[in-house]
């Protein structure tokens, strides 16, 4: 069975910084591409970014660019999103999500089943 956890949100001022992490376990994960969605409340959920198996390629939405960093150590199963300067407009329940294709994941469409509960991020201003 497939899980995904993901863990480290809270809340925080704007302008501060958070650590996303998301374990991974129950199959091998590798080859795929991992990425992190956000969806706040009244919201369609939103791509956040995306990294591929070897951590070479890397996407991120508009919004996040510059101040958001997603990386992966294969070796723990985890993935990471450090967020910094964070705006209240981040304010948002955080997704990890996995799939072979990295334009699954950023057309938000990862593998079925392959989801996070979430990880709720309150930023405030």
């Known amino acids: 069975q497939v899980q995904l956890d993901e863990s480290g949100g809270g809340l925080m001022q704007a302008g501060g910084s958070l650590r996303l992490s998301c374990a991974a376990s129950g199959q091998s994960f590798s080859g795929y591409a991992m990425g992190w969605f956000r969806q706040a409340p009244g919201k369609e959920r939103q791509f956040v970014a995306v990294i591929s198996w070897s951590g070479d390629t890397k996407y991120y939405a508009d919004s996040v660019k510059g101040r958001f960093t997603i990386s992966r150590d294969n070796a723990k199963n985890t993935m990471y999103l450090q967020m910094n300067s964070l705006k209240p407009e981040d304010t948002a329940v955080y997704y990890c999500?996995?799939?072979?294709?990295?334009?699954?994941?950023?057309?938000?469409?990862?593998?079925?089943?392959?989801w996070g509960q979430g990880t709720q991020v309150t930023v405030s201003s």
């Open positions: 999500a996995a799939d072979r294709r990295i334009a699954s994941i950023v057309l938000g469409a990862p593998t079925p089943g392959f």
